[in-house]
């Protein structure tokens, strides 16, 4: 299990480095699309950790 997330995490890293590679080539017209792509994602990734750190033990059963 430990393998599969070390590889988890480095091929989000390799997703990570390769989608900052791409955005940067975009042109300025789309910067705020990106902007707001990037405001999403980071919402949602506060929400999942907030929603899992307030979840009480018992979703853990399910």
Do not use: D
Not at 7 to 28: D, E, H, K
Not at 29 to 48: C, E, K, N, T
């Amino acid at each position: 299990m430990k393998n599969l997330s070390q590889a988890g995490l480095v091929f989000l890293l390799i997703v990570a480095v390769g989608a900052g590679v791409w955005l940067n080539r975009t042109a300025w017209r789309h910067r705020r699309l990106m902007w707001q792509l990037q405001a999403a994602v980071v919402a949602g990734g506060v929400g999942f950790v907030a929603g899992r750190l307030t979840a009480g033990k018992e979703s853990e059963k399910q």
